[in-house]
């Protein structure tokens, strides 16, 4: 009976061991997908921080544009300034 019940704690602490090193993979698996999430919102946070820089420099270079156009007041878009005759 004695030898039964070695084989069979045995067997359970196999399957326990298993389950540890099956835990460490999901863990680990868990911990890349943290670390990844952090990589992307840096990368995010990055691509924000761009976008935003170039649209106020398009919006401040439309504004100058504007600002040096009503110097003549308003025109169209393809009139000249001046037109000599």
Do not use: F, H
């Amino acid at each position: 009976m004695i030898p039964t019940y070695g084989r069979v704690l045995s067997a359970i602490e196999k399957a326990l061991w298993e389950l540890v090193e099956e835990y460490r993979g999901v863990g680990k698996s868990l911990w890349d997908l943290v670390e990844g999430q952090e990589r992307n919102m840096a990368q995010l946070e990055r691509i924000g921080a761009m976008m935003e820089w170039r649209w106020g420099s398009e919006e401040e270079s439309r504004n100058r544009d504007e600002e040096e156009g009503s110097e003549d007041g308003p025109r169209e878009e393809g009139t000249p300034l001046s037109i000599s005759c």
